[in-house]
């Protein structure tokens, strides 16, 4: 079991700035790839970003790509997400995922944390 608690999160204005963190827990031995995924009121869990277990891949989500990147320490065990020009339509709940695989859809996850709200506002 790998756990993952999310921080960073919390109410901020248009074009501001905040950075998202996640800490792996448990069995992390291995190196899992890490991803951030966002929901907002709705049933859809719309990807943001991920990164493989060595750091050396990363893809993003279209309408995030070239304002957020993603990173993790050397240690794997703390993802980041650095979000910068943020927009209103980037409000939603933020969730960090594990998965034993590089991958941008959501079922390839096996982990999930509890989620950060972020909440931009115009």
């Known amino acids: 079991q790998v756990q993952l608690v999310e921080s960073g999160g919390g109410l901020v204005q248009a074009g501001d700035s905040l950075r998202l963190s996640c800490v792996a827990s448990?069995?992390?031995?291995?190196?899992?790839?890490m991803g951030w995924f966002r929901q907002a009121p709705g049933p859809e869990r719309e990807f943001v970003a991920a990164i493989s277990g060595s750091g050396a891949v990363t893809g993003y989500g279209d309408s995030v790509r070239g304002r957020f990147t993603i990173s993790r320490d050397s240690a794997k065990t703390t993802v980041y997400l650095q979000m910068n020009s943020l927009k209103p339509e980037d409000t939603a709940s933020y969730y960090c995922?594990?998965?034993?695989?590089?991958?941008?859809?959501?079922?390839?996850?096996?982990?999930w944390g509890q989620g950060t709200q972020v909440t931009v506002s115009s």
């Open positions: 995922a594990a998965s034993g695989y590089y991958s941008r859809r959501r079922d390839a996850y096996d982990y």
């Open positions: 448990g069995r992390t031995g291995r190196t899992y790839t």
